[in-house]
């Protein structure tokens, strides 16, 4: 194995000399408990990894809540899986949004906390009311959407209300961007319930706006290409133009110096002659 990326393992090579003869093939479970429903998991056709078929479960929901308040999402200090556990197991959480509605006297009639880790804990949750776009996307737990992709979707819409309505299209112009990833953020916001849960956090948090950055996109590429094309278009246009502007302009003092000379000539000869007989 070796280190691919921020985290995936990369499988360089199989060491089969390793190998003793007693090894098994490896069979994968076809329910999981943790997974609810029936339990039942599955493997997505094109993907390494096994899913479960329902996304509902209490598991999997503790899960995301874990995540939502990591580092890489809103980064709530104090409010780590041994916290969450806790406010799960007394009914103090149900949604995200609950985590930014936690009283302090709920709190102090928890097991073991004390009021100055119960004051800790809220100012930490206030101190998370504003957030950078990235890591709001992030919280969220879109399918297949990174810290990387997060980052390259709020370069490229800069607001929350833009990227929850670009189309698949729009979405896989972006760098790194491909149809799977924006079809994972258009069907995850296709949902009611994800579209509530949006509603309820930003009654509670601010998202800022994020500075659009200059992100590679194959779009962008294709207008550079074609802006660089109709550059190069203009300039021999306008050199040919030029060119024939000089043609003409040279075709006309030529034919303005032959008619002078046509005109010009007579007159000089009657000028000289009346000269010579003046001086006779």
């Known amino acids: 194995l070796q280190k691919a990326g921020d985290v995936i393992p990369d499988i360089v090579k199989v060491v089969t000399e390793l190998r003793t003869g007693k090894e098994k093939p490896f069979a994968w479970p076809k329910r999981v408990e943790a997974c609810g429903g029936d339990g039942s998991i599955e493997r997505i056709p094109g993907q390494a990894a096994w899913r479960c078929v329902s996304k509902d479960s209490f598991a999997q929901f503790k899960r995301k809540l874990y995540h939502f308040t990591s580092k890489h999402a809103f980064d709530i200090e104090g409010v780590g899986p041994k916290i969450i556990d806790v406010l799960l197991e ?4 149900a ?12 709190l102090l009639a928890l097991p073991r906390f004390a009021e100055k880790s119960v004051d800790n804990l ?4 206030e101190a998370r009311r504003k957030i950078e776009l990235p890591r709001f996307i992030i919280a969220l737990s879109i399918p ?11 370069g490229h819409f800069g607001t929350l209300e833009k990227l929850m309505h670009a189309s698949e299209e729009e979405l896989q112009v972006i760098d790194g961007v491909g149809d799977i990833i924006a079809h994972s953020i258009v069907e995850w916001y296709k949902k009611k319930s994800n579209q509530k849960i949006i509603k309820e956090l930003l009654r509670q948090v601010t998202v800022k706006k994020f500075k659009l950055t200059a992100v590679a996109t194959s779009h962008s590429k294709l ?6 094309g109709l550059g190069k278009l203009l300039f021999v246009l306008f050199y040919k133009i030029c060119y024939a502007v000089g043609w003409i302009i040279i075709f006309i003092l030529r034919l303005f110096y032959f008619l002078f000379l046509a005109v010009a000539s007579p007159v000089i000869k009657i000028i000289k002659f009346l000269l010579f007989r003046f001086q006779a």
């Open 144 to 154: 297949n959407v990174g810290e990387e992709t997060a980052e390259d979707l709020a």
């Open 122 to 125: 809220l100012l930490s949750v």
């Open 90 to 93: 007394h009914n103090l959480i």
């Open 223 to 228: 207008d550079q290409l074609a802006l660089i």
């Open 95 to 106: 949604t995200y949004v609950d985590i930014f509605t936690l009283k302090r006297g709920d």
